[in-house]
Nanobody, 121 residues
Framework: QVQLVESGGGLVQPGGSLRLSCAAS????????MGWYRRAPGKQRDLVAL???????NYAGSVKGRFGISRDSAKNTVSLQMNSLKPEDTAVYYC???????????????WGNGTLVTVSS
């Protein structure tokens, strides 16, 4: 079975940086897209950034210019470089991927369990 495991969360001061990583494991034929969502305290889960198999990217307006998403297709990983962090970036960050296994005719949605990012002085 496919699993997504996030890492890199923690406590950082405003203006600081963190790099989140997500590794997909299991029997994987292809990955159509990978990305990051986040759920801030008391709010719903929203898209932060995504990257498709063709390399196209999308970012939430609140993180444009500060965050960068990248991938390593050979390792089935995706990373999120977060710079100039603000207290409002505090959230649980979830890895998401659309993955096709050999026995599948199409990609399916997979989610990690999340990693906590706290931005506070």
């Amino acid at each position: 079975q496919v699993q997504l495991v996030e890492s890199g969360g923690g406590l950082v001061q405003p203006g600081g940086s963190l790099r989140l990583s997500c590794a997909a494991s299991g029997s994987i034929f292809s990955i159509n897209a990978m990305g990051w969502y986040r759920r801030a305290p008391g709010k719903q889960r929203d898209l932060v950034a995504l990257i498709t198999s063709s390399g196209s990217t999308n970012y939430a307006g609140s993180v444009k210019g500060r965050f960068g998403i990248s991938r390593d297709s050979a390792k089935n990983t995706v990373s999120l470089q977060m710079n100039s962090l603000k207290p409002e970036d505090t959230a649980v960050y979830y890895c998401h991927a659309i993955i096709r296994q050999v026995e599948d005719l199409y990609g399916r949605d997979y989610w990690g369990n999340g990693t906590l990012v706290t931005v506070s002085s």
